[in-house]
């Protein structure tokens, strides 16, 4: 009996060791992902004129309308910015409230971005740069960079 028990508490304490490691884990990577792991650097991703990127479909008429967010349903002509800019390599979509239209950014491996556009998932310190393709944008990523504005 008291051999039983004995095996039984080991178990429990494996079971504990294993849930603390799992969740150790996965703290790590929330933080690893979050702003306040990366004190003064802007989280920068990529987006292109894609309807994934851009939250755009098309309808059965062939026009192109927002697919979801504030603008929900109305047109949306493809690759042009919230601004009214033709989207091309230096277009960065910010929050206005933190980057206002037309600041100069210095982004460490993609060059001078000007902010031409916004998007529903970028608030606070994230920018999305464009790329010309889905796939480049994707290779981009998501990087926490030094982001300097040009004065
Ligand atoms: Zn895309």
Redesign the pocket.
């Known amino acids: 009996m008291a051999r039983r028990g004995k095996t039984a508490a080991i178990w429990v304490w494996a079971a504990i060791f294993a849930a603390a490691a799992l969740f150790g884990r996965i703290a790590i990577k929330i933080w690893r992902t979050s702003s306040l792991a990366h004190p003064g650097k802007v989280l920068v991703t990529g987006?292109?004129?894609?309807e994934?990127?851009c939250g755009w479909k098309r309808l059965p008429d062939g026009t192109t309308v927002y697919d979801y967010g504030k603008l929900k349903g109305k047109p949306k002509v493809v690759g042009v910015t919230s601004s009214g800019k033709v989207a091309k390599h230096g277009t960065v979509a910010a929050d206005l409230n933190y980057f206002r239209y037309g600041v100069k950014l210095d982004i460490p491996g993609y060059g001078i971005g000007t902010v031409e556009d916004v998007g529903g998932a970028i608030k606070g310190r994230h920018i999305d740069v464009w790329f010309p393709t889905?796939e480049e944008?994707k290779r981009w990523g998501a990087r926490w960079l030094k982001v300097e504005p040009l004065l």
């Open positions: 987006y292109c004129n894609c994934k990127c889905h944008a």
